[in-house]
């Protein structure tokens, strides 16, 4: 989450790179801009979870779990979403706990367990989910298709860039 709100103008950005050298400034101010659109973003998206009782993690686990009707694992799940298999197993507690999904005995492993939703958990998706999708839809009316098009393919540049610069410094 970008914790500035308060961004700096062109101007303020060419003089810090007369003394911190930068050898984009655009690229910078571009930067900070979708930062911070990102980072509104995301916080109103979990503001609009947290009205169902739901963190952004386990909106998305009980959605790769709708997704999966035979179940997923607690390792799936947490490549998912992109969270240890431990901060998964306590996740999936929490969720157990409140009877939106139930672990059970994988029956082609014994030694391995399969998560899967329940009735709640479907009754807690179909109760969030249309507030979800129409609160996207407003936010994303501001851009024609042809715009839509452009950002995806953009925001495609971007993730491409992010993953080769992961790759040169890993």
């Given at each position: 989450?970008l914790?500035l709100?308060?961004?700096?103008?062109?101007?303020?950005?060419?003089?810090?790179?007369?003394?911190?050298?930068?050898?984009?400034v655009?690229?910078l101010?571009?930067?900070?801009l979708?930062?911070?659109?990102?980072s509104d973003?995301?916080a109103?998206?979990?503001?609009?979870?947290?009205?169902?009782g739901?963190?952004?993690?386990?909106?998305?686990?009980?959605?790769l779990?709708k997704?999966?009707?035979?179940?997923?694992g607690?390792?799936?799940l947490?490549?998912?979403?992109?969270?240890?298999s431990?901060?998964?197993?306590?996740?999936?507690?929490?969720?157990?706990?409140?009877?939106?999904?139930?672990?059970?005995?994988?029956?082609?492993?014994?030694?391995?367990?399969?998560?899967?939703?329940?009735?709640?958990?479907?009754?807690?998706?179909?109760?969030?989910?249309?507030e979800?999708?129409?609160?996207?839809?407003?936010?994303?009316?501001?851009?024609?298709p042809?715009?839509r098009?452009q950002?995806?393919?953009?925001?495609?540049?971007?993730?491409t860039s992010?993953?080769?610069?992961k790759?040169?410094?890993?």
């Amino acid at each position: 989450m970008l914790e500035l709100k308060d961004l700096p103008s062109f101007d303020t950005l060419s003089q810090f790179a007369k003394l911190y050298p930068n050898p984009d400034v655009e690229g910078l101010q571009t930067w900070l801009l979708l930062s911070r659109s990102c980072s509104d973003m995301m916080a109103e998206f979990e503001v609009n979870l947290a009205r169902h009782g739901l963190s952004q993690t386990k909106f998305f686990v009980l959605l790769l779990l709708k997704r999966s009707p035979g179940g997923l694992g607690v390792g799936r799940l947490a490549e998912g979403v992109s969270v240890s298999s431990p901060t998964m197993t306590g996740i999936v507690d929490r969720l157990e706990q409140a009877k939106l999904c139930r672990r059970e005995q994988d029956v082609g492993d014994r030694r391995a367990w399969v998560v899967r939703l329940l009735p709640a958990g479907e009754a807690l998706l179909a109760e969030a989910l249309p507030e979800h999708y129409s609160w996207v839809a407003q936010l994303m009316s501001v851009f024609s298709p042809q715009e839509r098009e452009q950002l995806r393919n953009l925001m495609r540049k971007l993730n491409t860039s992010m993953a080769d610069i992961k790759a040169v410094t890993a």
